[in-house]
C-alpha cells in the first residue's frame, strides 16, 4: 500500500519548526485597526451573504503584501502565504493530475473530476453561481479563503474600517474560525466529511488518500497566515490540540452513526485500515497473533479508535462521571462494530458518545492551558505505549502528532537540555509510520518508551489533581 506522504511532510515541518525563529519569537503587537483602503460602501448591500472570490482580497494594500507588515497586528500577508506556500490554493490543479482522471474513471463519474461536484465541494470554493457576486472570477482558486472564512460580500468593505471588529465582522456572515471549536469544525468539513461530501473506502480505493487531521500539526504545515491573538497565551497550541482532538472524537463519532445508520453499511473506511492491508507473517512472527483481539472475534475488522487514543489523556482532568460512561460507550463500540448484524446498536451508541463528547468539548474549551498540563500530557501519552501502538497505525499517529505538537509548545516556552535528542526519537516514530502497512505495534511501542525517558518530567510533582485517564477494562485487557 502507497506510503503516506504527509507525515513525510509533517516529519519536515516540525524539524523546520524546531529550527525556525519565526516561530518562536512572534511578537504580539497591541492590537490596531489594519490601515483601511478606501472603504467600499456596501452597495452590494441586498446580496444575501454573497462569496466574493478570492481576487477580491489579493491587492498588496489588503492581504497580499510580500513581507509581513509590523505596525499592525495583521500581517497583510496573507494571500501571499496561501498562494505560494499552502497547499489548499493548489487543490483545484490536483483534480487534472493523473491519480485524479483515473479516480474519476473507475468511479465513473459522468463529468471529469474537476467538473464534478464530487470533487469541487472540497477542493475548491464550490457556491452555487447565484451566491456569486461580480467579482467572483471562477472556481479554479482551490480552497480559498472564504472556504474558511465565510462569504465576504457583506463585511468586506466595512472590515476596513478603523474601530471595525472581529464580532461585528461575524455578525456579517464571517465564520468564527476564532473560536477553535467552530475553527475544527470548519477544517473537517473536509478532512473528515459531513454527510454532503465524503471520502469512504470506495474513492480511496479508486486513489483518494486515506483523511487523517490533528489541528495543530495540519495547522502548522498549512502553513498558519494568522498571529496569535494579542492576549493568547503561550500555550495556545496546547489548547488547540486539545479541543481539536474533542471536536475530531465528536466528529468521527457522528460519522459513524450517520453510516452505520445508512444503506451502505459496513463501511471499510469506518475500521482500522491496517486490520486488512497489512503485510502478513508466519504466525510465530506475528504480533498481531501475539497480542490476541481483546474482547473482539478473532479476524474481525474494528472500528478505528484513532481520534480518542490522545482524547482520552487530554480529557483525562475534566468530569470524570461523563469520561467513564464515555469510555464505556467506546469500549462496546469496538466490540460490536465488526459485526454488520450490530448496525443499529452501533448507530444508537454512536449518537450517545457523540454527546457525551460534546459536554467534555465545552470543558476543554474554557480549562486553562500551561506548562504543567503541558508535561502531564507528554508523560501520559508517552507512557501509554502499549495501549495505544497496539490499537493500530492510526492510532500511532495520532500519539506521534500530538507528542510533536506538545514537544514543540514545551520547548517555544520553557528550556529543554536534551531538545536534539527528543526532536530525534519523535522523528523516528514519524519514519516508523512511513510505510502503514509494515506497522509494528511492538516496534513502535519500544521507540514511544523511548520518546517516554526523554520528554521533560513535571519539576512540580503537583499535577496528581488533574486525574489520569480513565481505564476501563472489559474482560480483563480491553481498554484503548
Ligand atoms: C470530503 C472532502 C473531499 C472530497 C469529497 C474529495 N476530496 Fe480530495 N482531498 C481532500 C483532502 C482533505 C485532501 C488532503 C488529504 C491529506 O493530505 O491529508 C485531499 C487530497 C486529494 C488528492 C491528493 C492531492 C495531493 O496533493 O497529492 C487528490 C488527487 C484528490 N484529493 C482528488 C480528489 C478527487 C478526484 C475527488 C472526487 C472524486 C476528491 N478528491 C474528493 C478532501 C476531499
Ligand atoms: C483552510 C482555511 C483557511 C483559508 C483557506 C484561509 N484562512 Fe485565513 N485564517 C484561517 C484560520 C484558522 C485563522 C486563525 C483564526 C483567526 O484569527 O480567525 C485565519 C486567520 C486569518 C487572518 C488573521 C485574522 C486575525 O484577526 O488575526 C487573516 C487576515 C486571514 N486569515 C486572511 C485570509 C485570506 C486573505 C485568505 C485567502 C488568501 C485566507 N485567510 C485563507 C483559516 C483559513
Ligand atoms: C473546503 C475544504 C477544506 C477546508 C475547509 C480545509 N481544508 Fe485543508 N485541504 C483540503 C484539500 C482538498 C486539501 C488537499 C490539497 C492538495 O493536496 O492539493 C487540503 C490539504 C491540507 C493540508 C496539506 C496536507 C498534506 O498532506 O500535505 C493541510 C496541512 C491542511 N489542509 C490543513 C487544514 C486546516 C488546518 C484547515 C482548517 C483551518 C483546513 N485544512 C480546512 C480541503 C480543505
Ligand atoms: C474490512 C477490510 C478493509 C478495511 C478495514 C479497509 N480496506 Fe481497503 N480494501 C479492502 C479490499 C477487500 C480492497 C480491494 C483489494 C483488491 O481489489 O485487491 C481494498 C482496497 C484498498 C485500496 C486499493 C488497493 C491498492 O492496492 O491500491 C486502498 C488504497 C485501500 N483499500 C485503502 C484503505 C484505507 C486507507 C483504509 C482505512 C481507512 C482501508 N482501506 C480499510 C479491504 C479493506
New binding site residues.
Given amino acids: 500500500m502507497r506510503t503516506k506522504t504527509s507525515l513525510q511532510l509533517f516529519f519536515l515541518v516540525s524539524a523546520w519548526v524546531a529550527t525556525s525563529p519565526s516561530r518562536a519569537q512572534v511578537k504580539v503587537q497591541p492590537r490596531t485597526t489594519a490601515p483601511a483602503p478606501a472603504p467600499q460602501t456596501p452597495s452590494q448591500e441586498n446580496v444575501e451573504s454573497a462569496f466574493s472570490g ?1 481576487e477580491s ?2 491587492a498588496s494594500n ?3 503584501g510580500v513581507q509581513p507588515k509590523t505596525v499592525v ?4 500577508n ?2 501571499s ?3 505560494s506556500q ?1 497547499k ?2 493548489r487543490a483545484y490543479s490536483v483534480l487534472s493530475n493523473p491519480v485524479s482522471v483515473r479516480m474519476g474513471k473507475i468511479l465513473g463519474l459522468t463529468a471529469a473530476p474537476n467538473q464534478s461536484d464530487k470533487c469541487l465541494n472540497c477542493h475548491t470554493l464550490n457556491v452555487k453561481p447565484e451566491r456569486r457576486a461580480q467579482t467572483f472570477q471562477s472556481t479554479d482558486g482551490g ?7 465565510g462569504p465576504a460580500v457583506k463585511w468586506l468593505g466595512p472590515h476596513t474600517l478603523k474601530n471595525w471588529t ?1 464580532d461585528q465582522s461575524v455578525k456579517l456572515g464571517m465564520y ?3 473560536d477553535l471549536a467552530r ?1 475544527t469544525e ?2 473537517l468539513s473536509c478532512h473528515l466529511g459531513t454527510a454532503e461530501k465524503e471520502v469512504d473506502h470506495t474513492m480511496i480505493a479508486a486513489g483518494h488518500p486515506d483523511l487523517t487531521f490533528q489541528l495543530d500539526t495540519f ?1 502548522s504545515a ?1 502553513p ?4 496569535p ?1 494579542a492576549d493568547a497565551s503561550a500555550w495556545l497550541s496546547v489548547r488547540e490540540l486539545a479541543v481539536g482532538q474533542a471536536v475530531q472524537l465528536r466528529a468521527a463519532l457522528n460519522r459513524l452513526n450517520r453510516r452505520s445508520s445508512g444503506p451502505h453499511w459496513p463501511e471499510f473506511a469506518e475500521y482500522e485500515c491496517f486490520a486488512c492491508h497489512h503485510s502478513l507473517t508466519t504466525p510465530e512472527a506475528s504480533w498481531r497473533q501475539a497480542a490476541g483481539y481483546r474482547s473482539r472475534p478473532p479476524g474481525a475488522p474494528v472500528w478505528n479508535p484513532s481520534t480518542y487514543a490522545v482524547f482520552r489523556h487530554v480529557a483525562a482532568g475534566v468530569d470524570a462521571g461523563t469520561m467513564q460512561q464515555l469510555t464505556l460507550q467506546l469500549v462496546e463500540i469496538q466490540r460490536i462494530s465488526g459485526n454488520p448484524a450490530n448496525k443499529d446498536d452501533l448507530a444508537a451508541r454512536a449518537n450517545d458518545a457523540a454527546v457525551l463528547t460534546d459536554q467534555i468539548t465545552q470543558q476543554l474549551k474554557s480549562q486553562a492551558y500551561d506548562r504543567n498540563l503541558t508535561t502531564k500530557l507528554l508523560q501520559e501519552i508517552a507512557d501509554d505505549s502499549e495501549t495505544i501502538s497496539a490499537e493500530g497505525e492510526r492510532s500511532a499517529e495520532q500519539a506521534t502528532m500530538a507528542l510533536d505538537s506538545l514537544s514543540l509548545a514545551y520547548e517555544k516556552n520553557e528550556q529543554v537540555g536534551n531538545q536534539a535528542q527528543l526532536r530525534a526519537a519523535i522523528n523516528d516514530l514519524f519514519q516508523q509510520l512511513g510505510n502503514p502497512s509494515a506497522y509494528n505495534a511492538p516496534k513502535f511501542a519500544q521507540q514511544m518508551q523511548r520518546v517516554a525517558k526523554l520528554v521533560p518530567r513535571d519539576r512540580a510533582q503537583n499535577v496528581g489533581e488533574l486525574g489520569a485517564a480513565p481505564k476501563v477494562n472489559s474482560e480483563g485487557s480491553s481498554q484503548f
Fill in positions: 478570492p482580497c489579493a489588503c492581504h497580499g497586528r495583521i500581517s497583510q496573507e494571500y502565504i496561501w498562494a499552502d489548499h490554493a480552497v480559498s479563503c472564504e472556504n474558511c472564512h472581529h468564527d474560525t476564532r475553527r470548519k477544517c495547522s498549512m498558519r497566515h494568522w498571529k491573538p
